[in-house]
């Protein structure tokens, strides 16, 4: 078989596979369902608009010029899913749905465990019946114990101090021991560090309900008028300007993380677990200074006390996602705040007109 021959077969498979991607109506998951139609694969996705908005798919379509077929349900409804396994032909799965703010986990510990994790266990029951058996799961770095001053490789120690992190913890758990059981799984377990950016036409991007939890978009919030001034929790830590340092990450970067997830799955067995990440930290204030000189915006702040549970630094090693997926982050921090309030100014109220 020649090279075009097996170029022309192998963009046949994949316009032929079917990706369920739970949860594909979010933030992250509307980015990935984007790159994976540019990609050619078909997307199928189910949400029941927690928090997420119907608009985004809608968005999707017209920037991709691809159709999105779409169930409205809960990933812990087994009959729904059942019904949509039954209706589509369903190759893999990418799997987001999961509550994901640490604050409100420590607040309903119940509803995440009961969201994120029996939610991840009727998927997996229901993929089995199917005989549907390769996943991509979003985890997180909140899995991790509290880090020092290091890049925090696959293998650094574990110990969550929320219930959310807890909860990712417990999915990932119960998925490496779903491998061992049966070899025919194929899993990978995603921990990515923290998600900013847009899509660079400013059509889709982060768009939470009330009162953001994470600091990009609060401070993009504060940059268009929707809020008055930003908090910063802390001035003291052992960081070259005090505040706390995280791997930012663009959320492009890592809807192609998944891209490259999706397409490695059969090339291992068993369970595979990888950091997506910069390998590069940036610290609050920074990311402050940066997106005032992309945007030309000030961002009023005030210091305030540390919030408990915060740590000084966390940023990921990235390298084995290089080695086994072929895949590094490209994008910057300026492209990160660039990307945010292109969407930000764009969409001031977000996807609500």
């Given at each position: ?9 192998q963009?046949?498979?994949i316009f032929?596979?079917?990706i ?23 997307v ?13 798919l ?6 991709t010029?691809r159709?999105?077929?779409f169930k409205?349900g809960?990933v812990?409804d087994?009959d ?14 990418i ?6 703010a640490?604050?409100e ?17 009727v ?12 996943i991509?799961?979003s ?8 880090p ?6 696959e ?14 913890l ?10 061992l ?19 660079e ?13 994470n600091?990009m ?17 802390g ?24 891209l490259a997830?999706l397409?490695?799955?059969d ?11 910069t ?28 919030r ?9 090693d ?5 080695v ?5 982050a490209q ?13 930000q100014?764009k ?6 007109a």
């Amino acid at each position: 078989m020649g090279i075009y021959e097996l170029h022309k077969q192998q963009t046949i498979e994949i316009f032929a596979m079917n990706i369920l991607i739970t949860g594909g109506a979010g933030y992250i998951g509307s980015h990935t369902c984007l790159e994976l139609l540019n990609a050619g694969f078909n997307v199928v996705v189910l949400d029941n608009f927690s928090n997420s908005k119907m608009e985004s798919l809608k968005r999707v379509e017209m920037l991709t010029g691809r159709s999105v077929k779409f169930k409205l349900g809960d990933v812990r409804d087994k009959d729904c899913l059942r019904a949509l396994f039954q209706q589509y032909e369903i190759n893999a799965v990418i799997h987001f749905a999961g509550y994901k703010a640490v604050g409100e986990s420590v607040k309903s510990p119940l509803s995440y465990y009961d969201n994120n994790v029996s939610g991840s266990i009727v998927l997996a029951e229901v993929m089995a019946e199917f005989g549907i058996k390769r996943i991509v799961f979003s985890s997180s770095a909140t899995v991790y114990a509290a880090p020092g001053n290091t890049q925090i490789r696959e293998d650094y120690p574990l110990g969550p101090i929320n219930p959310y992190g807890r909860s990712k913890l417990m999915v990932e758990n119960i998925y490496r021991d779903l491998s061992l059981s049966d070899p025919e799984w194929k899993i990978t377990i995603l921990r990515y560090f923290n998600p900013v950016g847009a899509h660079e036409s400013g059509m889709i991007g982060e768009d939470p309900n009330g009162i953001p939890n994470n600091l990009m978009p609060y401070i993009s919030q504060v940059a268009v008028g929707r809020l008055t001034e930003l908090s910063v929790f802390g001035s003291d830590y052992p960081t070259p300007d005090g505040t706390g340092v995280r791997d930012y990450i663009h959320v492009v970067d890592l809807a192609l993380g998944h891209l490259a997830a999706l397409r490695a799955l059969d090339a291992h067995s068993g369970l595979m677990t990888i950091n997506l990440g910069t390998g590069k930290g940036c610290s609050v204030l920074e990311l402050i200074r940066t997106f005032e000189s992309v945007s030309g915006q000030t961002i009023p702040y005030h210091i305030t006390q540390r919030r408990p549970g915060d740590v000084a630094t966390c940023y990921a090693d990235p390298n084995l996602a290089q080695v086994e997926l072929g895949w590094q982050a490209q994008l910057d921090v300026a492209a990160m705040c660039r990307d945010t309030w292109n969407w930000q100014s764009k969409n001031p109220h977000g996807y609500q007109a």
